[in-house]
């Protein structure tokens, strides 16, 4: 018999849209995804998993890891029902998240959604059907790919993809740290920086830069941002905290090391819709196009789609959260019309 709901993807969206639907007695089954590393690295939880302090989710006055908070994520939908696809079947123990129990859960890796119920194929061609599918897939953020890069990102080293996220921490107070990239996000990010920073390198691969014009004037106008024009990283220095970049300009190919105190990749996202090309209707960017941006409809009726697979504006955990609540809520109405409750 057909799933009534299986949920694909298990970062702040995918586990609230389980929290949701188990509630709803949809007894949502979830594909949580394999750990990986692309360079980037890719864990079942998402991008809280690389993050190190989380102090800007809403009930955590002290903060609380990422890890930790996606870890109750996954606890709360799983005592309510949710069944996550596994090597050892669908029941895996959570009673002690940090036992790296994860490391077993499937990749969803096709899906036919053509006709009804939909086809979702996991790892080993098993083939479950589903008369709603919830995609929650995310997006990961682009970074360099350098050795050092990944190995301080991954240790709280000082290296991060999410300046609002971790750059009021006080480890990066009163410093002077680098933004990598020349989009609006890069300039919200250094913008953001100097509340904290004693000054913001931005550092820029051209000469002119892809922000819309009121975020260039933006970082024009801000005292603390220096932009470094034509300039690439080529390394991330420092052992337990990284204490500088070696750069080179892409014109005159002179090399230079510039001291920083924190590094802050801003160099896009890629959503993580591949495996869905040719089935569902995805912006020029890959991001999956929602017929309303206030719902979660998609351009297949019964697949719904919530947080930053969609987003790549807010891209926090809160707000993915939300979209994964309003995304149950969305196929729980539209199953009760279907007649399937
Ligand atoms: P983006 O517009 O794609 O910009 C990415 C930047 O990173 C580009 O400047 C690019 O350089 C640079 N880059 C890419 N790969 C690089 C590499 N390997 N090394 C060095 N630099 C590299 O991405 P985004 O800034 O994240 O913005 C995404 C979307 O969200 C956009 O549509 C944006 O308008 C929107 N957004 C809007 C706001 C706002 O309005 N407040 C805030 C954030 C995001 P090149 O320019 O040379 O390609």
Known sequence: MAEKVIIIGSGPAGWTAAIYAARANLNPLVFA??????????LPGGQLMLTTEVDNYP???????????????EQQAVRFGTRIVTDDGLNPDVSNPDDGHSYKYHDCTKLDLSSRPFKVWGEGDELVE????????????????????????????????????????????D????????????????????????????IHRRDELRASKIMRQRAFDNPKIEILWNKIVTDVLGDKMISGLK???????????????????????????????????????GYINLKDPYRSFTSIEGVFAAGDVVDSVYRQAITAAGMGCRSAIDAERWLAEQGIE
């Open 247 to 285: 750069l080179q300009d892409t014109q005159t190919k002179e090399k230079s090391d510039l001291p920083v105190g924190g590094l802050f990749l801003a160099i896009g996202h890629t959503p993580a819709t591949k495996f869905l090309k040719g089935q569902l209707e995805l912006d020029s960017k």
């Open 130 to 173: 589903a008369q709603a599918v919830i995609i929650a897939t995310g997006a990961t953020a682009n970074w360099l790919g350098l050795e050092n890069e990944q190995r301080l990102a991954r240790s709280g080293g000082g290296v991060s993809a999410c300046a609002v996220c971790d750059g009021a921490l006080p480890v990066f107070r």
């Open 59 to 73: 009930g955590f006055p002290e903060g609380v890891t990422g890890p930790k908070l996606m870890a109750h994520f």
């Open 33 to 42: 995804g394999r750990p990986k590393q692309t360079p980037s690295t890719i």
């Open 175 to 202: 410093k002077e740290l680098a933004v990598i990239g020349g989009g609006d996000s890069a300039i919200e990010e250094a913008s953001y920086l100097t509340k904290f920073a004693k000054k913001v390198y931005l």
